[in-house]
């Protein structure tokens, strides 16, 4: 079983039958049918990372009985909605056109598509809807995101299905910051406040779709704030851009002015800046500068910040993979030479992650990271036969 989004005009009684036919299609004993209920039924997820689906072997996943509510919950979880009472509501307002729901989903799916002639139509036709916000109630944190249709360029944070980038994204963009979107607006989302921007540079979709740095180009020249906006975990655009990857963004954030900061700094490389602002700077900065140079593959950084006194085996702070050491994360993104200095200076191996429940090795071995699992396997040894690891 493939589960197929339906169009935004779809009735309650169509998602009742796509509920009925997940239900009967894991009846018949199908994988695809039984992993949908795994991923998207509260009951199935973890007590503590909600949306990670419980370790569960073969047999406990196959002995797991379903019916026609859980079907229906599973459904709406699909969608992202909090549940069947949530998803139905929406229908409803859909099916009687709520002026205040209609029009906006209709210029979500115009911007998540890339129809630029419907949405500019959608916002002549209705002014206001360039500040309108999105009523949907979801299973995030918090329930109702508010995001605004330029959230929705980002690509991130909303509901999943609709979280991809067209070619044009630019120009549906520049459409509406044209109509008076508003570049710094905040969306409640990941337990905090969040502008595009923010999200633009931790959004893997406009990434791979390669506009990602031009849409920095378009908001930064239209003033989005460059600096610390918001709150929560994402609040500085370039420690953003680091924590997810995406280097390059980060960099064309620098260019246009954003203003470094010690975590920043050390994940870009900035030897010569972050001698200077490391003794003025916080205990938490400092710890998220040593998480985001690791993770970036910045040797030489990472050596000043272990020689300042960083503990390389403090798991990483919100907001930088808090579920891994700085080991976990060097190893994911490859960088041989910073997991070589890591463990000389007493990283340990045997941590394991709060997630996955692995060790850096075991990261190694799944990401089929080679080199870096042999020489975690060398040290290993090393430790066994020597009782440490020397440099």
Request: charge should be negative; glycine fraction near 8%.
């Given at each position: 079983m493939q589960f197929v989004a339906l169009p935004l005009t779809a009735a309650i009684a169509e998602y009742e039958s796509q509920a009925e036919s997940l239900l009967e299609a894991w009846r018949a004993g199908d994988a695809g049918a039984l992993q949908f209920f795994h991923a998207h039924l509260p009951r199935m997820l973890d007590d503590r990372v909600k949306w990670?689906?419980?370790?569960?072997?073969?047999?406990?996943?196959?002995?797991?009985?379903?019916?026609?509510?859980?079907?229906?919950?599973?459904?709406?979880?699909?969608?992202?909605f909090a549940g069947w009472e949530a998803l139905a509501a929406f229908a409803a307002a859909i099916e009687r056109r709520d002026p205040e729901v209609y029009p906006f989903e209709r210029a979500v799916d115009a911007v998540a598509d890339g129809d630029l002639a419907s949405l500019r139509s959608l916002l002549k036709e209705y002014p206001g809807l360039v500040r309108a916000r999105s009523k949907r109630v979801t299973h995030f944190d918090p329930p109702v995101h508010r995001a605004t249709l330029l959230h929705y360029v980002a690509a991130n944070g909303t509901e999943g299905y609709r979280q991809r980038t067209p070619g044009n994204a630019v120009e549906i963009a520049t459409a509406l910051l044209d109509a008076g979107a508003e570049a710094d607006a905040l969306a409640n989302l990941y337990g905090g406040e969040c502008t595009t921007l923010s999200l633009l540079v931790s959004s893997c979709h406009p990434a791979q779709a390669g506009v990602q740095v031009p849409l920095i180009d378009l908001l930064a020249a239209r003033g989005a704030s460059l600096a610390e906006t918001g709150t929560g975990n994402w609040v500085s655009p370039v420690e953003t851009a680091l924590v997810f990857g995406?280097?390059?963004?980060?960099?064309?954030?620098?260019?246009?002015?954003?203003?470094?900061?010690?975590?920043?700094?050390?994940?870009?490389?900035?030897?010569?800046l972050v001698r200077e602002l490391l003794p003025e700077s916080s205990e938490l900065a400092r710890h998220r500068a040593l998480a985001i140079a690791a993770q970036s593959g910045e040797v030489e950084t990472t050596r000043l910040l272990l020689e300042a006194g960083e503990d390389p085996n403090r798991f990483d702070p919100p907001g930088t993979h808090s579920h891994t050491t700085p080991l976990h994360q060097a190893v994911w993104a490859g960088h041989l030479d910073v997991v070589r200095l890591l463990v000389a200076r007493g990283a340990r191996l045997d941590?394991?992650?709060?997630?996955?429940?692995?060790?850096?090795?075991?990261?190694?071995?799944?990401?089929?990271?080679?080199?870096?699992?042999?020489?975690l396997r060398g040290f290993e040894r090393a430790s066994d036969k020597y009782g440490s690891v020397e440099p």
């Open positions: 990670l689906p419980k370790r569960l072997s073969e047999e406990e996943l196959r002995a797991a009985v379903f019916d026609m509510d859980d079907a229906r919950t599973a459904v709406a979880r699909g969608y992202d995406y280097r390059d963004a980060a960099e064309e954030l620098v260019r246009h002015g954003a203003p470094l900061s010690l975590p920043a700094a050390a994940g870009l490389g900035r030897l010569k941590i394991r992650d709060t997630i996955y429940n692995s060790t850096p090795l075991g990261w190694a071995e799944y990401g089929g990271r080679e080199e870096i699992a042999a020489l």
